[in-house]
């Protein structure tokens, strides 16, 4: 076999892989980069403002303004409100992709016979991080909760070890790294769903424990940012994924377009807002991401409609549901889209704050 | 009427079936005996059925004869082996020679669509040198083709047939990337992975003719493994459903259930149509062309029961060639056991190929090339291997047959050379149209001998480095049949000319696998289907220019 | 020997996806077959061929459905299914057979003289060995080769009978018939739950288990 190219997939989850796994692993050593002078002085250049202009009576009214609005118990009351809706938000976010992970390891690894023990593991991590997923959903209380947060923890974890896993699975085969490998050995981006529902859930966690009087953050940076820049990278690896295996398919119905189409300009738009935020770009990236959460559900309807184009139809369920497209896969991209929401709000938040 | 394809015609009363749904109907439109059609054709296999598409997609009126009955897959194939030889020609023929061939079978359809009904779908370019062999390689004989534009012309076919194939193929000059992705590998393909790995030679998913994604009507492939015997989904891409409703649509007529006997010429030497038997009566089908499509077999049959006081060898046989040079491929194996479950049953047989021996000159002690497949057999086919080619009976035959789902095997398709006895001549004997039936001699020279040891030895090499066990050698076995016909750029030394046209008989064409001088290595509907299709577009500017 | 499928009926799929309606009609033809039907041999000619198909595929167990060989050899004579070919060293299908099995129960008077269905299945087995590998004495052979006859016509048409019935098919665990549902794992050592589960040492239990869901 000839080796392709490396796949735009494997760069985004590789690149994505290796962050998430250092904040999982060494998160004390993150906090330092990300504490670090150097590093905030490089932000800070790049997110400066322009050079205020001398202090006048005027600016002065201002931000006594500013303080006064700020310190106003309504606003508190309103900042507070929205922190812990936009945590809960990022819960459900979490929520939608643990299932999806749930329901799509558990379709695949039976089709695989679950020859392995570790092939039952994502099926349980997705259900453990499903429900504390839920759980954050339904809970109204203002902070983080410690097992939530050690779920998070571990299902990033798992997500990262079970991208070894299917890198390995795909590597041992004859053949190695190659499009047939990456077409019907274990998929390299699954694992990173799973991951990436950790990461979200980690970051909605800390956003409910932001204290009234501060902006949210994540690891010392802004939250809102932070989580929109993880988001963008899940979803460029998400569409990776869709592109290889709709190349699988040869892109025979043009609705397979969709998802290389509308999710990568959402990507985009959203990394750029997380980049530097702004009213136009943040307006951009709603669109699209919401776009991107009608896609993911309607990406269902899509892959039921492609299922029943396969000998048998709906009634030879028993092989189709396993050989047709997987029905579970696209509500991830629902997930992704409605986390970058969540972080919008966050950045537009800090935006209104200053 | 009973609706039993193989006793009552289906192509009638102005419709042919649709074999995308049971029951269903095409419109057709009909020509009657008496009008002259642009071009009757003798089969609608990989070439007249190619053929016939591309003639009426350019305008002329087209009428296509075949022998077998018209099936509609869905509702005609059943899941089983035994059943299924309804598919296969399995009229009486007399085979002998040193190495008399099993006809019927894996080498002869009876079905409109020819054998790509049943064929293993595996769809190969030819390497480019094989078109010019006796100068390039030394050995055979030179085509009257360029690859470059034959390259065209697989591209073509190839987009038709949306052939399953490799992202990049590794052997040979760069094609157009496949129209759909490669399928999945099943144990047995895997097995030959290893294998060619182990040695250090390439492999490759193979290019087939089974669609891995859904097309129009066709299902992706199901990996039901029954292809040899007829795909009951159509996943298949074969000639029956891919260029005959296109023809059908253009505007030609199939004639199912109808056996074409004798072609007929004038005082001028021109062919001016075709007896048939259809429905219990002989009846004659005026046409301006004629195109003999029967496949190397019944192509030099009809030619030569055409025989006349004008041309009393038969037509289109002033070279004395017709029904010599007949080529048949090798298709030796090497079986083993493995300790792993293989159950090569499930998915098409060939999913992996290695055309190393094809596109690597040195280290042989042979001319031409061979590639190898893995295997899938279902169990009458096994069991005749066991029986048949080894031997085995009684209580060992059973034991071994109980391993069936650990063996796993390895087969080539091998270049045989083009030997003029090995040919097809008539007997006195007469079968159930009257016809005199043909004769096919074969026996391998001493080049075939070495292919075929070379192989052997290649393979047992290749199989026990994957660790497999009880390793025996299946030394008699043969697929494809092309010669008979061949091609050339002289009148003294070959039948038609790179146009498929003879040299004797102006408006009588050949086209299918009869017009090959040399074989090559790899399976040839491919390669007979671009040639159809070549025909039609040199068959168009002929036309355009009043050459016909 | 115990089975290598223990429990597995291909048949218990009859009603599933994995087979269709002409499937279905094709297979019941073939279990309806009476055994004692033969429309082409003759009453004289049918226990010698009744003989030799026991010797050639021994069915010793017993099972819920015996594969009635010889009926269906007799059946593809009487169609006279031919194979597309026909070597030029022996007569016609059906002659080969008439001539053939006359000239083993000669054979077998020659040697033991008895006809071939009243020998014990070792001098049974010792005929057949001859007639493959061409050592046969009587006159009958003389414009009949044995070893043409034996391969071409008496493995081939017994084997390839007994591989058509469903019974053979739970012995090697092919999954038979597979449309609309085909298969979906194909790896080393994957089985979908509508194939066969083969008895490895110490999983006997479990394969048989197994091998009841099937369906």
Redesign the interface.
């Known amino acids: 076999?000839?080796r392709?190219i490396p796949a735009l997939d494997l760069a985004a989850n590789l690149a994505l892989a290796g962050v998430a796994a250092l904040i999982v692993v060494r998160p004390r050593h993150v906090t330092q980069i990300a504490a670090s002078p150097l590093l905030k002085r490089a932000i800070a250049n790049r997110l400066a403002p322009a050079p205020a202009p001398p202090p006048s009576p005027l600016t002065k009214l201002r931000e006594l303004r500013r303080l006064a609005r700020r310190y106003a118990p309504t606003v508190q009351a309103k900042h507070r409100r929205l922190t812990r809706a936009t945590g809960r938000k990022l819960n459900g976010s979490a929520a939608l992709l643990a299932f999806s992970v749930l329901t799509d390891s558990a379709v695949e690894h039976y089709?695989?016979?679950f020859?392995n023990r570790a092939m039952y593991t994502p099926l349980i991590a997705a259900a453990v991080t499903l429900g504390a997923s839920l759980f954050g959903l339904g809970d109204t209380r203002g902070q983080k909760h410690t097992v939530r947060d050690v779920v998070y923890g571990s299902a990033a974890a798992t997500g990262f070890t079970g991208l070894g896993f299917h890198l390995y699975n795909i590597l041992k085969?004859?053949?190695g790294w190659s499009?047939?490998n990456l077409?019907?050995a274990a998929p390299v981006g699954a694992p990173m769903a799973l991951a990436l529902a950790g990461l979200i859930g980690r970051g909605a966690e800390r956003v409910r424990d932001t204290a009234p009087l501060d902006d949210a953050t994540v690891l010392g940076m802004p939250a809102g940012r932070m989580l929109a820049a993880v988001t963008a990278a899940g979803l460029a690896g998400t569409v990776g994924e869709a592109g290889l295996l709709h190349?699988?398919?040869?892109y025979?119905?043009p609705a397979m377009l969709l998802p290389v189409t509308i999710p990568p300009l959402a990507s985009a738009a959203l990394a750029a807002a997380a980049l530097r935020p702004g009213r136009t770009i943040n307006r951009l990236a709603r669109w699209w991401l919401r776009m991107t959460a009608v896609l993911g559900f309607a990406g269902v309807g899509f892959h039921a409609y492609?299922v029943s184009?396969?000998?048998?139809g709906w009634?030879?369920w028993?092989?189709n549901l396993?050989?047709g497209p997987p029905l579970p896969a696209p509500p991830s991209f629902t997930g992704l889209a409605l986390a970058g929401l969540a972080a919008l709000t966050l950045i537009e938040e800090a935006e209104t704050d200053v | 009427m009973s609706d039993n394809a193989q006793e009552t015609p289906r192509a009638i009363r102005g419709r042919a079936p649709d074999v995308f749904h049971p029951g269903g109907w095409v419109p057709m439109r009909q020509h009657s005996d008496d009008e002259v059609v642009d071009f009757a054709i003798v089969g609608t296999g990989a070439g007249g059925g190619t053929l016939a598409c591309k003639l009426a997609e350019y305008g002329f009126s087209v009428v296509a004869l075949d022998a077998g009955p018209y099936w509609r897959p869905l509702e005609d194939f059943a899941s089983d082996e035994h059943h299924q030889a309804k598919l296969y020609w399995t009229d009486e023929r007399i085979t002998d020679g040193d190495d008399p061939i099993q006809l019927g079978s894996n080498n002869c359809g009876k079905s409109v669509g020819g054998s790509t009904v049943h064929f293993a779908m595996v769809s190969l370019r030819f390497r480019p040198e094989w078109f010019k062999c006796r100068s390039k390689l030394g050995y055979g004989a030179d085509w009257p083709l360029d690859w470059r534009e034959m390259w065209t012309y697989y591209a073509e076919v190839e987009a038709a047939l949306k052939i399953s194939g490799p992202v990049n193929y590794p052997w040979g000059p760069q094609r157009p990337r496949y129209p759909y992705r490669p399928h999945e590998l099943n144990a047995a393909a895997l097995v030959l992975a290893e294998g060619a790995e182990a040695l250090g030679i390439g492999w490759s998913p193979t290019p087939l003719a089974t669609v891995s994604a859904p097309r129009g009507h066709s299902p992706p492939c199901i990996y039901r493994g029954m292809c040899v015997i007829g795909c009951s989904t159509n996943a298949k891409q074969s000639v029956l459903i891919t260029w005959l409703p296109r023809a059908l649509a253009a505007g030609a007529e199939i004639r199912d259930l109808a056996m074409v006997g004798r072609i007929e010429h004038d005082d001028n030497g021109r062919a001016t149509g075709v007896h048939y038997m259809r429905e219990g009566v002989w009846r004659f089908q005026r046409a301006r062309n004629v195109v003999v499509a029967g496949y190397a077999i019944e192509t030099p049959r009809l030619l030569l029961h055409s025989a006349s006081s004008r041309f009393p060898d038969g037509l289109a046989n002033s070279s004395g060639l017709v029904g010599k040079n007949l080529m048949v491929q090798a298709n030796q194996a090497v079986w083993g056991i493995m300790e792993r479950e293989i159950r090569s049953y499930k998915g098409p047989p060939s999913l992996a190929i290695t055309e190393h021996w094809n596109y690597t000159d040195t280290g042989k002690d042979f001319f031409g090339g061979y590639a190898y497949m893995s295997q899938g057999p279902l169990p009458i086919t096994w069991s005749g291997t066991q029986a048949g080619k080894r031997g085995l009976w009684g209580q060992r035959l059973l034991d071994e047959m109980e391993k069936y789902n650990h063996q796993v095997g390895l087969k080539i398709v091998g270049e045989c050379q083009p030997q003029e006895r090995n040919r097809v001549t008539l007997t006195d004997q007469k079968d159930q149209y009257g016809l005199p039936v043909p004769r096919i001699s074969h026996s391998y020279c001493d080049n075939d001998k070495r292919l075929i040891a070379h192989s052997l030895g290649f393979m047992r090499r290749a199989l026990d480095a994957t660790g497999a066990t009880e390793i025996w050698d299946e030394t008699d076995d043969t697929c494809h049949l092309n010669g008979t016909a061949r091609m050339g750029d002289d009148p003294d030394s070959s039948v038609v000319n790179a146009d498929c046209r003879s040299w004797d008989v102006p408006n009588l064409w050949i086209c299918d696998g009869s017009v090959f001088p040399t074989v090559g290595g790899v399976n040839p509907s491919l390669t007979i289907q671009a040639i159809a299709c070549r025909t039609a577009d040199r068959i168009r500017s002929m036309a355009a220019r009043g050459e016909l | 020997m115990s089975e290598r499928y223990p429990g597995y009926d291909v048949l218990s799929k009859r009603n599933s996806m994995s087979w269709n309606e002409q499937t279905r009609e094709v297979i019941d033809q073939r279990l309806a077959l009476d055994p004692d039907r033969h429309l082409f041999f003759s009453d004289d000619e049918w226990p010698t061929l009744r003989a030799l198909c026991d010797r050639i595929v021994p069915q010793t167990t017993v099972r819920p459905h015996p594969i009635p060989v010889a009926a269906m050899v007799d059946e593809k004579m009487y169609t006279n299914a031919g194979d597309g070919y026909r070597y030029a060293s022996l007569p016609a299908m059906r002659e080969t057979w008439r001539r053939g099995l006359a000239a083993l129960d000669a054979e077998s008077r020659d040697h033991h003289r008895q006809r071939f269905h009243e020998l014990e299945p070792l001098q049974q087995d010792a005929v057949l060995k001859a007639v493959q590998d061409g050592q046969v004495t009587n006159r009958a052979w003389r414009d009949l080769p044995p070893k043409s006859f034996f391969t071409k016509r008496v493995l081939h048409d017994i084997v390839s009978s007994y591989y058509a019935h469903p019974t053979s098919w739970n012995e090697i665990g092919f999954g038979g018939p597979a449309s609309p549902r085909g298969y979906v794992r194909m790896n080393f050592d994957r089985r979908d739950p509508w194939e066969a589960s083969e008895a490895r040492p110490g999983r006997e239990q479990r394969a048989r288990r197994e091998n009841e869901r099937v369906g």
């Open positions: 076999m000839t392709p089709r695989g016979s020859q085969r004859p053949g499009w047939l077409f019907y190349f699988r398919g040869a025979h119905d492609g184009r396969n000998m048998g009634r030879n028993s092989q396993l050989n």
